[in-house]
Each structure stands twice: as C-alpha cells, then as structure tokens.
C-alpha cells in the first residue's frame, strides 16, 4: 500500500485507510471533517499524502497547507495560505463574507476581526467553491498553527454538514490545539504492531544484521519514522548493551542530533535561518552571491531536507529536523538568525517586527517603535488579537518607563474592551502604574479601570467619578473625531443608565454639549432612543431606522451591541437579532467576550418582550456561564437576577422572586446601582400582581416612576406602565391612574413603538369606564403586530374581558378565551388561573390548562414558527441555527417544545401539523 506520489509505504495502516475512505465518501456527498492524531514520527503526514491521492483520483480537488513551527506569530498565516488558491472565488461572496475575508486574509482595513464572522465567512466561500464540486482542505502539523487559524479551522470543521466540503488536519497528540476538542472528529494513529514493524524495517533494510535488527525493533516501539532512521544513526558498538542503559530519551527524538552536527558550519546556519523563517524560499535568504543549493547540499544528501529546484524552495523532511535544528543552535545564533530574517522581509512588516523582536534581548525603543507601528496596522486591519501581542511585546522593550506605561495602558484598554479579560487588565494596569504611575491617569488607562470597576466589582459611582474626571482633563474632550472620548462617552452613558439617578447625567450632558452638533451619532442615538427613551426616544427614530436598515451587513460587534441598546426601550430589538447571534457566537469563538455577553443580554430583553420566554432562559444559561468564567458581575445580575427572575415570577414562582428581588435591593444599595433597585421593584410589583396584592404592587411601582410623572433619564419606566395604572385602579387610585395616562400622552409615548402605543391605550381604557373604555380597549387590541408581544396583549385582552364580564356583555368569553390561551401557552400560570376563574363566572365551562380556540398566530411564536418552517424543508438543528444566527442547542430545544404544541412526536410529521395549523385562518 504505497501513495501514488511514491511516499513511504503505508504498512499497518488498513484500518486508517478504511477511516480515510468513509471520510472521503461523506465529504463527497454531504462534506465531514477529520483530525487525525498521534505521537511525532506515527506517520501522520503520510497518511494526509495518501488521503490527498486518493481525493484527487476520487474527482475532489485538494488544496493544502503545511505550518512552520517557528513562525506562528502571524494571525491566520496558515488561514491565508490554506485558502489562497481559492481567493479567485471571492468576488461572487456577499459584501459582509466578501469584506469578512478581505479584512482578515488581505490586509484591507476593516474593523476588529472576530473569529466567528471570519469563520462564516469561510463557509461561506467553500459552499460558493463546493458548488463547482466536492473540495478538501488539509492543514499538516495543526500543532504549530497559529492560534487564531486553529480556532477559524475548528469552527469551520463542526458546521460542514450539506457543504460538500471537508476539513482534514493532523496535529500532534497532546499539543493542546483547539483541533483536539472533543467536539471534532478524531482519528489517532496507533503504533505499528511487531509484526508490522518488522515488516516495514525489513522492506527499507533488508540486509540488517540480526542484532541491529532487534535493537531498531526495540528501541523504535512502532513508531515508523524511528524505524526508518535509526538504522542510519544506531551506534553498531553499544549494540548487545541492556536498553536499560541507553538515553532516556523516547529514540525518535534524536535521531537527526548526529547528521546535523555533521554538517559543515555554513549548512547549519542556513537551516537555521529556513526553520525560524518559515517558509521554505530558498531565495528570500540568499545573501550576495551565495549559491542556495550550495548551502543547501550536504543536508539534502544526509536526508534532512527536501530541494525542489524549479520551485526555488526547501522544505524539511520531517518536522523534528526543523526541531532539532533549532535546538542544537546556541542563543546568539539565533539572535543572528532572526536579524538576518528581519532584514530580508521589507514587504512583510508584520513578520519582520516579529523578528526584529526576537532577535532583541534587550530594551530597544525602536524596534518598540516599529511593533507599535503593525500593532496599530494589524488594528486597523480587524486582527486586533494580533495586534494585542504586538503591543504587549512592544512593552516589554520599551526602555523608558513612561512609554512603557503607555503602551501597558492600551493593551488593558484592548483586554477590558475587546478580549474581555477583565483580570489580565487589571493587572496590565497595576503593573503599568508600577512602571510610571503617571501614564494611568490618561482616558485610556482610565477607561480601562472604569470597565474594570463596572462590570466586574459593579462600583457604580466610583468608577462613574474617575471616568467624568478623566475626560474633563483629556486634551481631545472638545474633538469630536477622538476615538478614545467617543468610548468614554459611551461608557459614561452606560454608567449614568446603571446608576440610576438623574443627577448622573449631568457630567454625560455637560461633555456632549462641549462637542455641539459634531457629538458622534452613535453616542448621541443611544443617549436619546436608550438613555432618555420616554422623552427624546420618538425624535431618534429617524435616525435607529436608517442605522438598522444596514444592520445585517454589519461587521463591526461593537457597533452592533450598542445599536441593539438603541432598541431596547424602542422595542427595535428583532431587526438586530442575527446581527446579535454572530456577536454572541463571536464570543464563543475567541472574539470579544464582553460584548458577546452584551449582546445575549439584548437578546434575552426582546424574549422576554416577545414571549419567547423559554430561550430566554436558554440564553441566559449561556450568558451567566460566560460571566462566571470571565468575571463579568454586571451582566450576571442583569440575566440571573433579573431577566430569569422575570420570567420565572411571570409562571409563578413567587418565592423564587421575593428572594431574588430582596437580594438585589440590598445588593443596589451597597454599590450605588440605582437601576438594579429599579430592577428588584420590578420583580416586587410583578409578583404582587400574580398574588393579586395590588397594594402593595403599587407601592413598589411607583417607586420605579411616580404616578403621573414620567422623569426625563428614567427610560425603565417604560417597562412598567401597565403595571401601575392596573395596581392603581385596583386600589381605588383612579386620579393617580389618569395622570400617568395623561403623562403618557404629553410625552407621546404612543410614538416610540407599536407596543407602547398597544399599552399606552390599554392603560387609557383601564382608566376610563363604559363606552369610552370598550372603544379604547378595541383600539388597543388592534395595534398592528400586536401579537409580537403576547404577555402584554393577552393582559390587556384579560383586562378588557373582565371590563365586559361587568357589563354582562357575551363578547367578554372569546376575549377571555384567547387570554387564557396565550397565558397558557407562555406558561404564565397566575394569570391563565385569574382569565379561567373569570371565564368560568362568565359561563363557560373551561380549565385554565385547556386551550379552547386557538389561531396559528398563537400556537407558535414567530420565531418557533421560521424554525418549524425550516425544519419542515428538511434543513438539520446546525443548518437552521446558521440561518437564522442561533446555537443548534436553542433550535432543539425550541423543537422540542413545540412538537406537543402542534400534537406530533416526529419531525416527519411537521409539514402536515403546520398546513394543518394554517387552514383555520384560511376558512376565516
């Protein structure tokens, strides 16, 4: 069994070649991807050689890329390598995919790269490659990859299904590559068995004698490479010795120490140079009129290295000649090494800022100099996980303090903004103030520690004083094109929102005034349509409308978070929606953590609005368990403490939400975080109301928003208008309930959304009586798309049926019935129990748990029914997640919940259950 290339035979490698074989059938029909592992010298490379000949004669076109060991510094080098013979199909991408790949792979500009959105775009560009017929990328020696290509290359391998496309990678057993996640399909190569083993010595060296035959046989232990070598490197005269006394050390980790010390001087240094460089051009190192050939010589004829003369490059037979290489040279040979690498790679700056840094082992500012340079180009092109380490290095050879401080102070603001390594900055910052206490009293280095301050201990005013502080003193306060100020305004609106006091606002107010009419658009959107909804919400809607006309081609996450804050109290959120699915797979996929927490907050918000309560909680689950990992305290209060409790207080869970209300009340007050005690009064009204204790549900209510009142810089009052006039004619408050209707209408709240003019005119009929009411009530329930939130209808529906049960009018039952329903369906339990009971006194027999009329609007929300449509056209739980930005889990799970829904158990039967769904509303 030999590769058609004429590679070493494969002896004993059957069941490989059968694994190899499948893998290449799916790949052909359905695409599959592969990871084949195993100890160094197993034969890994020889068995990728044969699956890439046995690929090509199967008619699937094979493209392929080897990693060098020592120059894995550059951010998706092996990425660029692997995909360049396909560059040709980037032109027939979309703009996002297209843009994606230009950004990370040709140097184009481009916001921070996430490895998420490069990932995407990747399918995407192997399902437009697929579509000419079946293709197999094969990355060698994945051990040595550069991380940010081994997290790309995994992420690609799980979503290949229905691509037609394969992924094989070999990587070494226990090198800790993101390729050896459980996750992924693994092959490992074993070691040949003894007769195998001799089989393949005996065919390579016939004529060995017997005692040097047993002792290769031994010391070898089935590994082919050493099987292969030792005998040229074996000392004949220790043969006959106990093993026992031989080097510890496993054979097949030195059998090339004796050929390269055999080389002449010149050699070595040349290999050196070709194993820390990488890539194998025997002309980029040539250095006057020395011959590459000549150099090169004596190690092709000792076996080491392989010389292709027409293609003008050298590659090492095996990568432990690279190691070897390298290890044998001594400290100020490679220093050497590096600089005369530097000095040839003028058209790779990135590269050559690498080498230049290390072939310094002392401070120097001006190679310091030069990797700040590729930091702020690799920033500019989207790497900015490669640019971190660019800077990081640049620190360590700053020779000035003060510029050593400075740069420190950037690489935390990166950490605390884009990685989400909140701890790494923190102690980024401690040192840098160490180093030069002066350079962390600049806006970035406060910034940094205020986003340190905030999210993971929540000091809300502390972190809010330094913050206004550090931008009355920065130089740029009065330049509206600051890119560091427009970051702190952003972060000090967010810290005037948290804190919850008006008072907050004025140091906010006062620095976007200084900037008049040039204050960045994005700061000023969130400040009116998040930070000040109720008053100034409705004039930003022009502006939210054109930005999310664009939002599906964003590629920016941080744009995308603070777009989607924009639609929080604009009930805007699900036009964000897939923009916010790849932010939050971003972070899953080494992006920005922080800001996928962000957007899975936003997510949970526009559930829980829509009654899509049971991925709430799902989304949630994801989000606490990201915050657990990486310190994020904010964000676990606002989806533990709040959002899961909303929902769990909405289906009945009352102690649960006494407890978690109580808990962040105290928790507030101890950090000045006003809007999580706003928060916690929330989670008292709701569950006063599911009690039916509307005395005391006012009496929290009207601590969130006073009756008739609706306070500029208080948005969350938004969220609990109902619950206050309800509570307040509940008690016999019906002045108080007729202010804060009348607030709503001088600041026409109606205006902002849908939703809030469907409650804004539900609170209107809860305040008016008779004729009045009824017309009110009707108008309400006939908001377009007021169905996209069915809690807040399905309360108005109830509250409108017991308004005609007290007028003894019959059309109260089919308001009562539909109320019951979507209370059911929700699983809010303590108003499906009040909507029955009220039911019942109507004189219809009913149970709370039946559902008695049903539309198909109502059986599946929107966002269960795009999933069952999907899943009816065949497509799998990964595919439909692709489509429409979802984790495969929140598909199953949604799935899951509707088969007893539609009354099937099977995904067979789906197509008939929703063409049956559909027919009621066909026949009117």
């Known amino acids: 069994m030999t590769s058609a290339s004429g590679a070493t035979p494969l002896v004993g490698r059957d069941t490989s070649l059968a694994v190899i074989a499948t893998f290449l059938e799916e790949v052909a029909t359905s695409g599959a991807h592969l990871v084949v592992s195993g100890d160094p010298g197993i034969g890994k490379t020889s068995l990728l050689q044969a699956s890439r000949d046995r690929a090509t004669t199967a008619g699937i076109r094979v493209f392929a890329a080897d990693a060098a060991q020592f120059d894995t510094r550059s951010s998706f080098g092996a990425l660029r390598e692997l995909l360049e013979p396909l560059w040709g199909y980037v032109a027939h991408l979309d703009a996002v995919h297209g843009g994606t790949l230009e950004t990370g792979l040709a140097g184009a500009l481009g916001p921070p790269l996430r490895r998420g959105a490069l990932g995407h775009a990747v399918l995407a560009l192997l399902r437009q490659v697929a579509a000419d017929g079946p293709v197999l990328l094969v990355l060698d020696d994945a051990q040595w990859v550069d991380p940010d290509t081994c997290d790309v290359v995994a992420f690609v391998a799980r979503r290949l299904v229905g691509l037609r496309a394969g992924l094989l990678s070999a990587t070494r057993f226990g090198s800790g590559s993101p390729l050896e996640d459980e996750s992924l399909r693994h092959h490992r190569l074993a070691p040949l068995g003894e007769e195998e083993s001799a089989i393949l010595l005996d065919s390579a060296f016939p004529r060995l004698p017997a005692q040097v035959r047993e002792r290769v046989l031994l010391e070898a232990d089935g590994n082919p490479l050493a099987l292969l070598e030792l005998p040229h490197v074996l000392d004949t005269s220790s043969i006959g010795r106990s093993p026992a006394k031989e080097p510890s050390a496993p054979a097949v980790l030195r059998l090339f120490g004796p050929r390269i010390r055999a080389l002449p001087d010149r050699t070595r240094e040349f290999l050196l140079l070709h194993a820390l460089e990488g890539s194998g051009d025997l002309g980029l190192l040539a250095k006057g009129a020395e011959e590459p050939l000549g150099l090169s010589a004596p190690a092709e004829n000792a076996g080491l290295v392989l010389v292709d003369e027409a293609a003008g490059r050298l590659r090492f037979r095996h990568p432990l000649v690279t190691t070897t290489v390298v290890e044998l040279a001594t400290e100020e040979e490679r220093l050497r090494a590096h600089a005369r690498i530097a000095q040839a790679l003028q058209r790779s700056p990135e590269r050559r800022a690498w080498h230049l840094a290390a072939a310094t082992s002392e401070p120097d500012e001006t190679v310091a100099t030069e990797l700040e340079l590729q930091f702020r180009d690799s920033s500019a092109r989207g790497d900015v996980a490669g640019g971190l380490r660019l800077l990081q290095r640049a620190a360590e050879l700053s020779p000035e303090p003060s510029e050593r401080a400075r740069r420190q102070v950037m690489g935390a603001f990166i950490e605390a903004d884009v990685t989400g390594d909140l701890r790494s900055a923190a102690r980024t910052l401690l040192d840098a103030d160490d180093v030069a206490s002066t350079g962390t009293q600049s806006l970035p280095a406060t910034l940094a520690a205020t986003y340190v301050l905030l999210n993971s201990e929540c000091e809300v005013d502390t972190a809010h ?81 054109e930005v999310l006309r664009h939002v599906d081609a964003e590629r920016d996450p941080l744009r995308i978070t603070r777009i989607a804050l924009a639609c929080v109290y604009t009930d805007r959120m699900g036009e964000c929606r897939q923009a916010l699915r790849r932010v939050v797979d971003s972070g899953y996929d080494g992006g920005a953590v922080a800001l996928s927490i962000n957007a899975l907050v936003s997510s949970c918000v526009d559930d829980w609005l829509t009654g899509q309560w049971d991925e709430a909680l799902e989304l949630v689950a994801e989000g606490v368990r990201l915050c657990e990992q990486h310190g994020y305290r904010r964000y676990s209060v606002i989806l533990a403490g709040y959002i899961d409790q909303l929902v769990r207080v909405a289906r009945g869970d009352q102690e649960g939400g006494l407890r978690a209300a109580e808990e962040m009340a105290e928790w507030a007050e101890e950090r000045g975080a006003g809007l999580t005690r706003s928060f916690a009064e929330h989670l008292f009204t709701l569950r006063s109301i599911s009690l039916g204790d509307y005395e005391t549900a006012y009496g929290h209510v009207t601590r969130i928003a006073p009756a008739g009142e609706l306070a500029a810089y208080n948005p969350h009052a938004l969220w609990v208008l109902f619950d206050l006039v309800e509570s307040a004619m509940a008690t016999g408050r019906a002045g108080a309930a007729r202010q804060h209707v009348a607030a709503m209408r001088e600041h026409r709240i109606d205006r902002i959304s849908p939703r809030l003019r469907m409650v804004a005119d539900g609170c209107a009929a809860l305040a008016s009586t008779g004729e009045e009411a009824s017309n009110l009530f009707e108008r309400a329930l006939a908001t377009p798309d007021g169905r996209r939130w069915p809690f807040d209808r399905a309360r108005i529906q109830l509250a409108y049926g017991e308004h005609l049960h007290r007028c003894n009018d019959p059309a109260a039952r089919a308001w009562l019935t539909e109320a019951t329903t979507t209370f059911g369906r929700l699983g809010a339990r303590p108003w499906e129990a009040r909507a029955a009971k009220v039911l019942r006194a109507s004189g219809t027999s009913v149970s709370p748990r039946v559902v008695t009329s049903q539309s198909g609007a109502d059986v599946l929300s929107p966002r269960e029914r795009e999933i069952a449509d999907l899943a009816a056209q065949g497509l799998s739980n990964r595919e439909i997640g692709e489509r429409l930005y979802l984790s495969h889990r929140s598909v199953g799970a949604a799935l899951y919940r509707m088969f007893p829904k539609l009354g099937i158990t099977t995904r067979a039967a789906l197509a008939a259950a929703l063409e049956r769904l559909d027919q009621p509303d066909a026949d009117g």
């Open 465 to 545: 004083r330094l913050l206004r502080e550090a931008i009355n003193r920065h130089p740029g306060r009065d330049d509206p094109t600051d890119g560091v100020l427009e970051h702190a305004l952003h972060s000090l609106l967010m810290m005037s929102w948290f804190g919850g006091r008006p008072a907050q606002w004025s140091p906010f107010l006062e620095a976007v005034e200084r900037l008049g009419p040039g204050c960045p658009p994005l700061v000023d959107l969130v400040h009116r349509a998040f930070g000040d909804a109720s008053h100034q919400g409705a004039s930003a809607l022009p502006l939210l409308t």
